[in-house]
Nanobody
């Protein structure tokens, strides 16, 4: 069973940075796509950033220019570098992976709180 384990969340002030990590029990380059989602209280879970097996990335409009998704194949880990954080970025952030057979996996989530 593939496991995804997020880490790196916490409490920061507006304008600060955080880097989230998602470590997998499988080789990340075997996944067709890996994503970061987030879910704020009372809201639906939404896609934040995607990285495909090709290395192509895309982002939600709300985080473009501030967040960067990346992958370290040797460590079987993906990252989400979050800069210029805003209070509206406060949410539980989830790691997601989809393999080439469209089987999906989710992490347990990590809380990010942006507040002064």
């Amino acid at each position: 069973q593939v496991q995804l384990v997020e880490s790196g969340g916490g409490l920061v002030q507006p304008g600060e940075s955080l880097r989230l990590s998602c470590a997998t029990s499988a080789r990340v380059f075997n996944f067709a796509a890996m994503r970061w989602y987030r879910q704020a209280p009372g809201k639906q879970r939404v896609m934040v950033a995607t990285i495909y097996s090709t290395g192509t990335t895309n982002y939600a409009d709300s985080v473009k220019g501030r967040f960067t998704i990346s992958r370290d194949n040797a460590k079987n880990t993906i990252y989400l570098q979050m800069n210029s954080l805003k209070p509206e970025d406060t949410a539980v952030y989830y790691c997601y992976a989809r393999n080439t057979w469209s089987v999906e996996y989710w992490g347990q989530g990590t809380q990010v709180t942006v507040s002064s």
